[in-house]
């Protein structure tokens, strides 16, 4: 999985409470993304960043922030999970060699399940 | 932003045979085309991509093509194998690098 690990891999949490998954990398790249995957939605863009402090909103992004304090390390936290928020969340990271379509590489999967 | 329309969603094929999915977009600025293969509890793999200064792209049995005038691009494999079986995830990207994923289409190939 190209130097990408994502914890925790499996979680079950209750609705209300704060959930944070984490994304580590090893391949010191500069874009790191967050999606989630649901059935019939296929992977959509929650939050990215574009280097250390640095980051935005994807296409679904109510409900959800990120923090990047260092380059390896993508968080994404859930204020208050909600039963909405159940999904399975890959994590992502792009290098930047100024080329048009640079391959994004993703990491093992998060599977979030809010009771 | 960009929308992009995968078809079929599911699609069975005998061992041996072809499979083609097909993937529509949006956004004429999207000039980036990356096909992932998901297998059961992982993360996508990309197994391709096309941008689009190039028509076509093959890669031994797997190839690529783009059709920027009708705004769609498809992914063919041939001479297909259990191993192909997996979900598959065609996508689409503009100058902005952020990738719009189709919905997918799970592969099954019979043996």
């Known amino acids: 999985d190209a130097g990408i690990t994502q914890s925790p891999r499996h979680k079950v949490t209750e609705t209300g409470t704060p959930v944070t998954l984490r994304c580590h990398q090893t391949?010191?790249?500069?874009?790191m993304y967050w999606y989630r995957q649901d059935p019939g939605h296929g992977l959509r863009l929650i939050h990215y960043?574009?280097?250390?402090?640095?980051?935005d909103k994807g296409e679904v992004s109510d409900g959800y922030s990120v923090s990047r304090s260092k380059t390896e390390d993508f968080l994404l936290t859930l204020e208050s999970a909600t039963s909405s928020q159940t999904s399975v969340y890959f994590c992502?990271?792009?290098?930047?060699?100024?080329?048009?379509?640079?391959?994004?590489?993703f990491g093992p999967g998060t599977r979030l399940l809010v009771l | 932003g960009e929308n992009v329309e995968q078809h079929p969603s599911t699609l069975s094929v005998q061992e041996g045979d072809s499979a083609v999915i097909k993937c529509t977009y949006s956004d004429s600025a999207s000039n980036y085309f990356p096909w992932y293969k998901q297998e059961l509890g992982k993360g996508p793999q990309l197994i391709i991509d096309i941008r689009s200064n190039v028509g076509e792209k093959k890669d031994q049995r797997i190839a690529v093509t783009l059709n920027k005038t009708a705004k769609h691009f498809s992914l063919h494999i041939t001479e297909t194998q259990p191993e192909d079986s997996a979900v598959y995830f065609c996508?689409?990207?503009?100058?902005?690098?952020?990738?719009?994923f189709g919905t997918g289409t799970r592969l099954t190939v019979i043996p």
């Open positions: 992502a990271i792009r290098g930047d060699r100024g080329l048009v379509g640079e391959t994004q590489y």
């Open positions: 996508a689409a990207s503009t100058w902005a690098n952020n990738l719009f």
């Open positions: 391949e010191n790249h500069r874009y």
């Open positions: 960043s574009y280097g250390v402090k640095d980051t």
